[in-house]
């Protein structure tokens, strides 16, 4: 008699390869969405006689699913406009938690809360490492990322500046002083625009001079001073930074401004330097800033969280921690996007983006699902005539059992 139960577990078998298609399918425009593949392994087989060469002879009895194994290809990165979107561009996953719970995901589509928290579109917390406003601590705990929206950045003091030119080697003794200014910065945040002086007073060398505008300060030191230039142009001395450069009682009522200046690379190599040409400042950098309102954010290669401010200053928050696994298939989809580690997945190792064979973030961007239509609809073809090929040998097994039936009566 036929087995009725080998072509149901083949209809059993497609039905659930039919649900796997079609809910890739379904996830076709879902971010971050990774496709599903339904495999498929014979059932046990009996023996029924032997060949003349003495091998088994042997009937199957149908089939079932082995395994549906995540595709974690990917997924097409396509640029967005807003900068709360993230996509991964390599391996790893977003760190989320909920409630305590931490779980993985691919889906970048982030936003912010009311208090500044990046967030998953269904509220969990994206996961990172803290920050001390230039640095991202990436051997510290995993904390909340947050980016400090509607705050003031406070003023800075300027503490330290450079100045990047050339003095005019063939300028006459005691010929009209090269003079540039350049603003900077006191306690309050207030801006002062200070005159840099330089008058060559022999070969090879040149007395400076530093001012603020007349009335903003009572006192000053260390403001004036000698450069000396070897015959080949570059600076022989100072043979270091000068510091102790300051101004006081200033009428705003800010602290003295204290400042050095920065004579050197970090080579030791002079930045300004004499030659025969118009004397000129090519660059020149000082380190304070005014007080800033909050603007906005950005996100690096790194996972580096920027906020940046009104007075052109960025601060940096925290930074994105990517998670891997040794074995991604073996992860437990959890919905909404969400992975959790099983004993198939291994541990769970947690680090920076770029490290450790995990990918890099790409800012205002989003991976698309790694669905591919054409592949899709192929399958669905394939298991659907598999469906109607079962559905018909039941209907050939219950001819014959009808007709058998009818010769026993």
């Known amino acids: ?132 406003g230039t640095s991202a601590n990436t051997n510290s705990s995993l904390v909340l990322l947050k980016v400090p929206v509607g705050s003031t950045q406070t003023p800075h003091a300027t503490s330290n500046f450079s100045i990047t030119g050339g003095l005019d080697s063939s300028a006459a003794v005691g010929s009209t002083p090269f003079s540039r200014t350049q603003a900077m910065y006191d306690s309050l945040g207030q801006e002062h625009e200070v005159t840099m002086t330089f008058t060559k007073t022999a070969a090879n060398q040149w007395n400076y001079s530093f001012s603020l505008p007349s009335g903003e300060n009572a006192t000053s030191a260390n403001t004036t001073g000698t450069l000396t230039f070897n015959t080949d142009g570059t600076l022989a001395s100072p043979s270091s930074n000068i510091s102790g450069i300051s101004f006081g009682g200033m009428t705003d009522g800010s602290a ?72 991604p298939s073996g992860l437990t989809r959890n919905g909404e996007n969400t992975y959790v580690a099983s004993s198939a997945s291994g541990l769970v190792t947690i680090g920076a983006a770029n490290t450790g064979g995990r990918g890099q973030i790409v800012g205002s961007a989003l991976e698309g699902s790694n669905v591919d239509i054409s592949t899709e609809f192929a399958d669905l073809i394939v298991a659907q005539r598999s469906f109607e090929a079962n559905s018909k040998t039941v209907t050939a097994f219950d001819t014959i059992t009808q007709d058998t039936i009818s010769m026993l009566r």
């Open 1 to 132: 008699m036929p087995a009725f139960s080998i072509p149901l577990t083949g209809l059993a078998a497609n039905s659930v390869a039919l649900n796997t298609i079609g809910n890739n399918l379904a996830n076709l425009n879902t971010t971050g969405y990774k496709k599903e593949n339904a495999n498929f392994a014979d059932l046990y087989y009996e023996n029924i006689g032997t060949t003349g060469s003495n091998s088994p002879v042997q009937v199957g009895f149908g089939t079932r699913v082995s395994s549906i194994d995540t595709d974690f290809v990917q997924g097409n990165i396509d640029p967005t406009n807003s900068a709360t979107d993230m996509a991964i561009n390599g391996n790893g996953f977003f760190v989320v938690q909920n409630r305590g719970v931490q779980q993985l995901t691919r889906t970048g589509n982030f936003s912010l809360d009311a208090g500044g928290n990046l967030i998953t579109s269904d509220g969990q917390n994206v996961m990172g490492y803290p920050a001390n």
């Open 256 to 327: 003295d401004i204290a400042l050095t200046w920065q004579l050197r690379d970090s080579a030791g190599k002079g930045l300004i330097t004499q030659g025969a040409s118009t004397s000129s400042v090519n660059a020149s950098t000082q380190d304070g800033y005014a007080a800033g309102n909050y603007t906005g954010f950005s996100v690096d290669a790194n996972g580096v969280l920027s906020a940046k401010y009104s007075n052109n200053q960025t601060e940096v928050v925290g930074e994105i921690a990517l998670a891997t696994v040794a074995n």
